[in-house]
């Protein structure tokens, strides 16, 4: 599996609340820490770059209605022959408005739920 392809498939567990893979897929991230992000709505990932053992991502979700965007450059480590992942580094990212709603709606973020 390459770092691009670990990264995605947490993303996807963070979709499901797959808690148990995220730990598994971790140096680190514990049950306890993880189970507070429940609230969180997954809408969708953009991989902006993936290098040797570092992926940059955006990941949009909805919280308590609003919209946003977690913008993460993770890097990924072999623990035990696994790859895993080891840390990440955020960005202060915001949706742009002539992006792609997240939403899914297709129309342009300025012209759907920025307008909320």
Known sequence: MTPKELMISRYEAFVKKDWEYIVKTS????????SIES??????????DDYENI?????????HGILGVLHEKSLFIKEDGQLKYASGELFQSKIQRNETCPCGS???FKKCCMKV
Do not use: N, R, S
């Open 39 to 48: 609230d969180i709505e997954w809408l969708k990932l953009e991989v902006v």
């Open 55 to 63: 992926v940059e991502f955006k990941a949009y979700y909805k919280e």
């Open 106 to 108: 297709g129309k342009k």
């Open 27 to 34: 140096t680190h991230q514990t049950l306890e820490e993880l």
